[in-house]
């Protein structure tokens, strides 16, 4: 403490029984101690005594998600919610509002958003930390489909389109509607079924923030 200068780093392990691993050959004399997240957090004053085990319980904040609309951060993210799973751990899912301000424990961290499509995100989430995802503001699509044709949606990945299959869908099969993101889409259906090995039908067209975009099968 009297030079706040480094004199031991160490990372710290546990073993299989979840107690952890001593550290020795440290000097007696009071300590600050800085756990290196991503902001790094601090305990002053820690007193290391001679000939003896120390041993020192520490209380570190857990980590913040929150979800925002990168280019209106004052809209709430009130339409969608969010999966959240620590990397590489089964049956550990938490559904989150992406209103809410849920705490996690540190880790990387599989977030599923229910957007149309489906928004993957990867996070790291150290103690102490907020990390806000950006979701892109959602356009709206409206179907008329006064025949029936059966339809297929499909979106830009990559350098490829890739089907998907819209949730939270309103209306009925002549009248459709849902929230899509913002992006490049292609829409196929069947124009005539009873034609043998029909041919499908296809339109292509762009969903931008806050508009609706109107689409007949004919």
């Known amino acids: 403490m009297k030079t706040n200068e480094p004199v031991y780093k160490f990372y710290r392990e546990v073993d299989v029984y979840g107690n952890p ?8 004399g009071a300590y600050n101690i800085t756990f290196t997240g991503k902001d790094g957090f601090v305990v002053s004053n820690v007193e290391v005594f001679p000939n003896q085990k120390n041993k020192i319980r520490i209380t570190v904040p857990m980590g913040s998600l929150t979800f925002t609309y990168g280019t209106n951060p004052s809209r709430p993210v009130t339409e969608f ?8 751990v089964r049956n550990k899912v938490t559904v989150q509002k992406c ?15 229910n957007t149309n499509p489906v928004s993957h995100r990867n996070v790291d989430l150290d103690f102490g930390l907020t990390v806000s995802l950006d979701v892109a503001e959602p356009g709206q699509i409206k179907v008329y489909n006064p025949n029936g044709f059966k339809s297929e949606f499909h979106y830009v990945h990559g350098d490829r389109y890739e089907r998907f299959q819209p949730m939270d869908v309103k209306g009925n099969t002549s009248e459709f509607e849902f929230l899509i993101q913002p992006g490049r889409y292609k829409i196929f259906y069947i124009a005539d079924p009873l034609v043998p090995n029909p041919q499908p039908k296809m339109k292509e067209f762009v969903i931008k923030s806050n508009i609706i975009t109107e689409l007949t099968l004919d």
């Open 21 to 28: 691993r001593p550290q020795k050959e440290i000097k007696p």
């Open 99 to 113: 209103t809410d301000l849920i705490p996690y424990e540190t880790g990387n961290y599989h977030v599923v958003i």
């Open 81 to 88: 919610n969010a999966r959240v799973s620590l990397a590489l």
